[in-house]
C-alpha cells in the first residue's frame, strides 16, 4: 500500500527539508548566482529554456527549462511554494524511511513535462522558463491527499490548503488569458502551469488507484482456513476400492456436514469484513485517508498485518 499517505507528521517536521526537495532547491540556488554573476540570462535561457522551435536539437530542454528563472522573485515564489508542499509529500512516499526521495524527483520531472507538452499543445512561442509547472504539480498532489491542511501563505496568513491552491490557480489561469494575445514573447507561460496540475492529477490518481487495486487481489488471494472435503481416488487395486471408496466418501459427507453447520457463520463474517475493506479502501480513493474513522484505520492495520503474515 506504498500509494497511499503517511499520517500527518508533527509541526517540527513539517518544514523540515527532504533530501530531494533540499537537492531541487540547491540546484536552482545555483544556477540563479550564475545569472546574477557569471552568465546572462539571456544565455541561459538561450541553453536551457525551452523553445518548440528548437526541438528535438535540444532535447535536454524539456528538463532543463524548469532550473532557469526570470529574477530572483520568479526564483523564490516557487521555491517557497516547493518548501510548502513538497517535504510532506516526500515523507508520506517513503517505504521505511527510503524511496521516497526517488519517487518524488520522477514526479517532479513528470509534472515539468507536463508542461511543456501543454506549451507545446497551445502556446509554441517563446521561450519557457521557471520550475511553476512542477510546484504546481507538487502543491497539486499535497492537496489531493491533505485538502483540510492548514498552511501559511507567505508565513503569515493561516488558510486551507485547498482554498490556497484554488486561488493560485485560478490567479495563474486569469493572467495566462490576460497576457494572451499581446504581442509579447513572455517567458513565465502561465498557461503551461496547467500542464503540470494536469500531470500531477493523473499521476495521483492512477498510483491511489494501483494501490487499493493491489491490495484487493492480495485479500482476494488469501486461503481460507478450511480445508475442504477430500477427492476420491480413481487408482486403487479393485479389491480395495470398494471399501476405501466407501469411507472416503462417509468422510467426506461428515466434512460437509461440519463445513454446513461450523464454518457458514464464519464464511459470513470474512466477506462481511471484506465488503468493509472495500468500502474502506473507496472512502481512501475519493477522500484521502484522512477521512477515516478510528474505527476504520484499525480495519486497514488489521488486514495489512494479516497479509504481512500471510
Request: proline share 4%; glycine share 8%.
Amino acid at each position: 500500500m506504498s500509494s497511499l499517505p503517511a499520517p500527518a507528521n508533527s509541526e517540527q517536521e513539517q518544514f523540515k527539508l527532504t533530501p530531494a526537495v533540499q537537492g531541487i532547491i540547491a540546484i536552482n540556488l545555483i544556477l540563479m548566482f550564475l545569472q546574477l554573476t557569471a552568465v546572462r540570462y539571456s544565455y541561459t535561457s538561450q541553453w536551457l529554456g525551452f523553445d518548440a522551435s528548437r526541438v528535438p536539437a535540444q532535447w535536454w530542454s524539456v528538463v532543463t527549462y524548469s532550473l532557469v528563472h526570470t529574477g530572483v522573485g520568479h526564483l523564490l515564489a516557487n521555491l517557497y511554494g516547493l518548501y510548502l508542499f513538497g517535504p510532506r509529500l516526500e515523507r508520506a512516499w517513503s517505504v521505511n524511511g527510503a524511496g521516497g526521495a526517488k519517487r518524488f524527483v520522477w514526479f517532479y520531472l513528470l509534472c515539468a513535462l507536463g508542461g511543456v507538452a501543454f506549451d507545446m499543445l497551445f502556446i509554441r512561442q517563446g521561450v519557457l522558463t521557471g520550475s511553476s509547472a512542477a510546484v504546481f504539480g507538487v502543491m497539486t498532489a499535497y492537496v489531493m491527499q491533505w485538502p483540510n491542511d492548514e498552511v501559511y501563505f507567505l508565513f503569515v496568513l493561516p488558510m486551507r490548503a485547498k482554498a490556497l491552491a484554488v486561488g493560485l490557480i485560478a490567479f495563474n489561469v486569469l493572467v495566462g488569458f490576460a497576457a494572451t494575445g499581446t504581442g509579447d514573447s513572455v517567458n513565465v507561460a502561465y498557461l503551461a502551469h496547467l500542464g503540470g496540475i494536469i500531470a500531477a492529477y493523473i499521476y495521483v490518481r492512477m498510483a491511489a488507484s494501483a494501490g487499493i487495486e493491489q491490495v484487493r487481489q492480495r485479500v482476494a488471494n488469501v486461503p481460507d482456513a478450511d480445508e475442504p472435503p477430500r477427492a476420491i481416488p480413481r487408482n486403487l487395486p479393485r479389491r480395495e476400492r470398494g471399501d476405501e471408496v466407501d469411507d472416503i466418501v462417509a468422510k467426506s459427507k461428515a466434512i460437509a456436514a461440519k463445513r454446513t453447520v461450523a464454518l457458514t457463520p464464519s464464511s459470513r463474517r470474512r466477506e462481511a469484513r471484506a465488503d468493509e475493506l472495500n468500502r474502506v479502501l473507496d472512502k481512501i480513493s475519493q477522500q484521502g485517508i484522512d477521512s477515516l474513522t478510528s474505527d476504520e484505520r484499525k480495519l486497514l492495520e488489521e488486514m495489512s498485518k494479516r497479509l504481512r503474515g500471510s
